[in-house]
């Protein structure tokens, strides 16, 4: 069990009113609060350390040089990469798949290959993959959800008729930001490696909230960002297998990544550098080491607890709502931490207007899943999504204040 009370105190923005009314916030899918240590750990760096690194042989930029590859150290320890090469700094999950699509895309897309996905990917992992088919002559193909509310999770059976030797890449996350649904991933991976399918798992909603060992999975790329994780926004990651990475050309090119230059030609250094052209989010590089520390004190498999029983309470209270549409995995069902809901007769954005002025921060809308809300005849749901320092108690709150929005508009 998480002592919850004693987490809060280690989040200074949660400490307010919004509206006159106490801040309930429920919009971690979209990003989480930052813990005073990784706030401290960005005024730290600034005021002692700032410096460029890897290039400059003077006291500040060697401590700057130590602090950014420290925390390169420390993210491949969280998600037990065998190797700290295999951690490359991005700006977060979006540019991450995208460095992927990209840079092996380009290399290994043909005409007649096969690029699966899921019908449940963020627009993140969905795009990207759509461009790198285009470009390349490959089929894109999803693996469906099942179900009217897309409860019954992605349809095993047709990924195995999907899953073929023509499969090259099979994309898909871990935890839905729409539908909270978690994808049986060791199993995805397993299977699309028995067909020489390379895996993708966008990892933005899972990392921060369970543990994750990339060796056990046997993955080849893992994306995710910081700020999903009690991280800075502006960096995330790029693991990537190293028998990968060092067969892998460049996305980008430019100072830091190079080991030698003329004027006709240059030669890459070896990953993580080749990948990270120009001077890195170096501050909130290391802040986001200490995000990991924060987070491993606590322990993820604590949190994933805490956010399940959280979901579970949250879809019990929220099924007694009349007229209440849940889409994701139904109530008693695993779930991640967030619920997602349409009332017919009121429109997302009133929901979340409404609940703004009772403190309670929601998201309402497509989420970046159109396809998905397409599929399911919706044009948007209103979104809770809950971390380790909310409460049963707030849950309470955002039923109140859904019920006295029903009211408002004549629904009950
Ligand atoms: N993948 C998933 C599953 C996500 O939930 C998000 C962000 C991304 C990728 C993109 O991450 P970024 O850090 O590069 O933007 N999801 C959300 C959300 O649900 N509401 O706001 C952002």
Request: net charge neutral; with cysteine.
């Amino acid at each position: 069990m998480l002592d919850v009370q004693k987490i809060r105190a280690d989040f200074p923005i949660l400490h307010q009113s919004v509206n006159g009314k106490p801040l309930v916030y429920l919009d971690n899918g979209a990003t989480s609060q930052k813990p005073r240590a990784v706030i401290n750990s960005l005024v730290h760096y600034y005021e002692r350390d700032n410096s460029n690194v890897h290039r400059g042989l003077h006291a500040l930029s060697m401590r700057a040089t130590d602090a950014y590859e420290g925390a390169r150290a420390r993210l491949a320890k969280f998600i037990n990469a065998a190797d700290s090469a295999e951690i490359i700094f991005t700006r977060g999950t979006t540019e991450s798949i995208n460095i992927v699509a990209r840079s092996w895309g380009h290399a290994h897309l043909k005409p007649g290959d096969v690029v699966l996905t899921t019908e449940i990917e963020h627009h993140s992992n969905l795009i990207p993959w759509q461009q790198a088919a285009r470009v390349s002559g490959a089929t894109l193909k999803y693996v469906p959800v099942l179900g009217a509310d897309a409860e019954g999770g992605l349809d095993l059976a047709a990924l195995d008729q999907l899953l073929t030797p023509k499969v090259k890449v099979f994309a898909f996350t871990h935890i839905s930001n729409t539908l909270g649904t978690i994808n049986p991933i060791a199993e995805f991976c397993r299977r699309a490696r028995a067909v020489g399918a390379i895996t993708v798992i966008d990892a933005a909603q899972s990392i921060g909230h369970a543990p994750f060992d990339v060796q056990a999975l046997g993955a080849d790329f893992v994306s995710f960002s910081g700020h999903k994780m009690c991280g800075p926004t502006g960096i995330g990651v790029l693991y990537g297998r190293r028998a990968l990475l060092d067969k892998l050309a460049p996305d980008e090119t430019g100072g830091g990544m190079v080991s030698n230059v003329t004027y006709e030609d240059a030669r890459w250094k070896p990953a993580p550098e080749r990948f990270e052209a120009g001077t890195p989010n170096i501050a909130d590089a290391i802040a986001l080491g200490v995000a990991c520390d924060y987070l491993d004190a606590i322990g993820r498999d604590q949190i994933a607890a805490h956010d399940a029983a959280l979901s579970r309470y949250a879809m019990e209270q929220l099924s007694t709502l009349p007229g209440i549409r849940i889409i994701g995995p139904r109530v008693g069902a695993e779930r991640s931490g967030l619920a997602s809901f349409s009332f017919a007769d009121v429109h997302a954005h009133d929901i979340v207007t409404f609940a703004d002025e009772d403190g309670v921060a929601l998201r309402g809308g497509h989420h970046c899943n159109q396809p998905l809300m397409r599929k399911l005849g919706l044009t948007g749901t209103t979104r809770a999504s809950f971390y380790l320092y909310n409460t049963e108690g707030e849950i309470d709150v955002l039923v109140a204040s859904l019920h006295r929005t029903l009211k408002f508009f004549g629904t009950t």
